[in-house]
């Protein structure tokens, strides 16, 4: 080995598991960096048993999988140099030191990537698991337009010169490591996976994730872009409504024309600033995208006012039913265009300034 492997392991209330563990890792070369976060004194052979294979950090009181992750990466920060690679594991032995070699090769190779550790999950997995993760792989898909297989996996391998960056994004408890999958989409740093053998043990008995707390601390991120979806929506329907009413002396025709305008280029506005400021937290220069989603404002407007007259007009639909048939077509579409080619983020955001 050419240089450092780092196994960086954070521990809450952690098993013998931890033991074996850190041995094994050890004895394959591995330099080992514990955490203990705020364990209760319940554990404190365990722990002393550990810091024969390696360092023990420790946090006087629980803080949390984040804040435990980021103490490790401000000891590795100041004790390791700056093209060492660390592997992250989970303190309950359900990741094999095999597989951590095998992707913190992977991570030497690609030292501007991060490297996950990538569970199948297809046979004897829990569903509480199986379904959290479906659910993210979902959410993470249609909120950055990126795939990634395993969104939960503690597996993760990156070389010691992504610190700062990982030290800056928020989160203290397990919402980190999904905060770190985001922030990693926004800025260009590229996600590998590499499939692992996926290991649970006692039906994932030892996890300290809290189902309500924890899930809500995962999801509040990724569920910003639909937030914000749902608020122009809401603009977009409720204007239309109004302005609906307000013409309806006009005709079937007009009426629609000029409500549906009206409340397009409203909700576009408000759909515009939320995405840009909140959603993608973009860097691209204001007056080029502004141009850019002016233009694709208007073309979305040309072929959803066309899509509601024909759907009113020629199919006799409610106007207020077409409305939303017509608002779910187009959705995806404009996503898809502001976040490849308007609203950039990272490294081609800073190159359009």
Sequence with gaps: MNHFWIAMIPAYQPTEQLISLVQEAKSQGFQVVVINDGSNADTNDIFASTARFGTVL??????????????????????YPADCTVVTLDADGQHRIADAKRICKVAQNHPDALVLGSRRLKENVPLRSRFGNTITRFVYRISTGQRVWDTQ?????????????????????????????????????????????????????????????????????????????LISF????????????????????????????????????VNYTINRKLVFQSKAHVVRSAVQYAALAAVILIGNTIVLSVLTDYLGVNRYAAKLITELLFFLMSWLVQRKVIIRTGKNAEKSK
């Design 58 to 79: 420790r946090h006087t009181e629980n803080m949390g999988k984040g804040q435990a992750i980021k103490t490790g990466l401000s000891f590795i920060q100041s004790q």
């Design 153 to 229: 996996t503690g597996l993760r391998a990156f070389s010691a010169r992504l610190i700062p960056q990982l030290l800056s994004i928020p989160g203290e408890r397990y919402e980190y490591e999904m905060n770190v999958l985001l922030t990693c989409s926004r800025i260009g740093i590229p996600i590998l996976e590499e499939e692992i053998e996926t290991i649970y043990i006692d039906g994932n008995a030892s996890s300290h994730f809290d189902t309500v707390k924890d899930s809500w601390r995962v999801y509040k991120e990724i569920l910003k872009f639909s937030a914000a979806s």
């Design 234 to 269: 809401l603009v977009d329907y409720g204007l239309y409504s109004i302005l609906t009413l307000c013409t309806s002396g006009l005709g079937n025709a007009p009426s629609i024309l000029v409500s549906n305008v009206g409340a397009k280029i409203v909700s576009a506005s």
